[in-house]
């Protein structure tokens, strides 16, 4: 059935794919069709998923910080598989759980976080359009987030680097539509990933793991559901499949209306 196959023959590098929103998509795209090849620094997780997920998924170690691993990365992937059609760019880090104030700001650590997020990111684009563009196709993703719509909804140096993500897709996108090639960006609203959940396991020392995942998911606004992992997967296949041929240059925003509203607390009398 062609929804079963919405990636058929397709094959798909994804950063940071060893967990959380990463590894949801690498089993969305498999199932989907795809070959799948995860990248993360973590290798020993990362061999594991992979061997979870199958046959059709390949592990590489990267770590994004450093552009020649993520050169690397896409390398492999177009050795093994031939071509790179979907370039899944996940990876990223919080900071500190417990931010300092804008004066107090150590930007020796707002730099490590813009060198993931941001740096890492772009090294991610850059040498997927080194291979999209003679190919004259190809779906570039980036994981951006609600933070990167509003402020205070954390760290300083995660916020900022979130709000940049749209801004690069935006610009990368004005070139690449001229090769065919598209970009989009994904910005979901807290998902009790293994990352969130050890950055909300610092606020909440004494809640148990089941609990903090409740209280990430009574943050949300839209009453019968909450957000999960597969709903960024879907989100993310949607935009790598023909189904988006025309989408680029775009913020998927997958946040059940929390960024669309703010309520006037009234006082009660």
Not at 50 to 79: N, R, Y
Not at 93 to 120: H, K, Q, S
Not at 131 to 145: D, K, N, Q, R, Y
Not at 237 to 243: F, M, P
Request: hydrophobic residues 40%; charged residues 20%; glycine residues 10%.
């Amino acid at each position: 059935m062609w929804w079963e196959s919405r990636l058929e023959g397709k094959v798909a590098l994804i950063t940071g794919g060893a967990s959380g929103l990463g590894r949801a998509t690498a089993s969305e795209f498999l199932q989907h069709g795809a070959r799948v090849v995860i990248a993360d620094i973590d290798s020993q997780l990362g061999r594991q998923v992979a061997k979870w997920l199958g046959p059709e998924a390949h592990f590489i170690e990267c770590d994004v910080g450093v552009e020649s691993q993520v050169a690397e990365a896409v390398d492999m992937t177009v050795a093994r598989h031939g071509r790179l059609d979907i370039m899944y760019n996940n990876a990223g880090i919080t900071g500190p759980v417990f931010p300092p104030g804008i004066a107090d700001l150590d930007l020796d650590e707002f730099d490590r976080v813009m060198r993931i997020n941001v740096r890492g990111m772009i090294a991610g684009i850059k040498h997927a359009a080194r291979v999209m563009i003679p190919a004259l196709s190809g779906s570039i993703l980036c994981t951006a987030s609600i933070s990167g719509l509003m402020g205070g909804l954390g760290p300083h140096p995660y916020t900022i680097s979130k709000f940049t993500i749209p801004g690069i897709v935006k610009s990368v996108a004005t070139e690449l539509c001229k090769h065919g090639v598209r970009i989009n960006c994904i910005s979901p609203c807290p998902i009790p990933t293994p990352m969130v959940v050890s950055q909300f396991s610092g606020f909440f020392p004494d809640a148990t793991q089941d609990r903090i995942m409740e209280i990430v998911h009574e943050l949300g606004e839209l009453k019968g559901s909450m957000c999960e992992e597969v709903d960024v997967a879907k989100a993310a296949l949607y935009l790598a499949s023909n189904e988006a041929k025309y989408i680029t240059g775009h913020n998927l925003v997958v946040d059940g209306g929390f960024t669309c509203f703010k309520n006037l607390q009234f006082p009660s009398s």
